[in-house]
């Protein structure tokens, strides 16, 4: 049973557009839902997160939007890059008996166009 | 702070052979994951440790993996009687607190000939 899942396993984007990465999960216990960002060769590096109190998180390009209720999440990344090529993990976590274990989606392969 | 360190980068080794791999978490961190990605299944939870104990390893193929975690500066899996099906980069995490940031070293690519 997949507890975390991205619906895109691949998205193409031009640069300057908005990519859409969405994600749902089944754990209604989940609280803290992070994306991560990870390059060839490296280790996924956090990139932006939420907790389950909020239904909106910004940071630069980077907006979560989340729906508890229909328990889904996005990431949308604004004005995209050809750098912004990356594959990017959708994660939740919850404050439950095993609070620190932090379960990953599959994944989705960003590609932006110049 | 030069982050989680695994070690060896690269692995290579014969089908039926151990193979150990190395973490070195980030100081002052309590929780210490690995983790193990391949393009099918993307990043499987396989075990994880807080304050050095093992708290849960629902992830490990239960016969031939295994996790320690001696002292609060390193911790190793070790795979015996590696088969091709394990060919994956294995990753090590760690982190502060339940619900913050985890940290990824770059991770042990093993490939089982």
């Known amino acids: 049973q997949q507890q975390v899942r991205q619906s895109s396993q691949s998205l193409t984007v031009w640069e300057g557009e908005t990519a859409i990465l969405n994600c749902s999960y089944e754990n209604s216990a989940f609280d803290y839902f992070p994306w991560y960002q990870q390059f060839p060769g490296e280790g996924p590096a956090l990139l932006i997160a939420i907790r389950s109190v909020s239904d909106k998180k910004e940071d630069g390009r980077f907006t979560i939007f989340f729906n508890k209720r229909e328990k889904n999440l996005s990431l949308h990344i604004k004005d995209s890059q050809p750098g912004d090529s990356a594959t990017y993990f959708c994660a939740a976590s919850g404050e439950d008996t095993n609070a620190y274990k932090v379960i990953f989606g599959k994944g989705t392969h960003l590609h932006v166009l110049p | 702070n030069a982050g989680v360190i695994q070690t060896p980068r690269h692995k290579v080794t014969g089908k039926g052979q151990e193979a150990t791999l190395w973490c070195e978490p980030i100081s002052g961190h309590s929780a210490v994951f690995w983790y193990r990605q391949t393009i099918v299944q993307g990043l499987e939870f396989l075990t994880y440790?807080?304050?050095?104990?093992?708290?849960?390893d629902s992830g490990m193929p239960k016969e031939r993996f295994s996790a320690q975690m001696p002292n609060q500066s390193h911790s190793t899996l070790k795979i015996q009687s590696t088969q091709p099906q394990d060919s994956a980069v294995y990753l090590c995490?760690?982190?502060?607190?339940?619900?913050?940031?985890?940290?990824f070293g770059k991770g042990t690519r093993l490939t089982v000939v």
């Open positions: 440790f807080r304050n050095q104990a093992p708290i849960d």
């Open positions: 995490a760690s982190s502060l607190d339940a619900g913050t940031e985890v940290f």
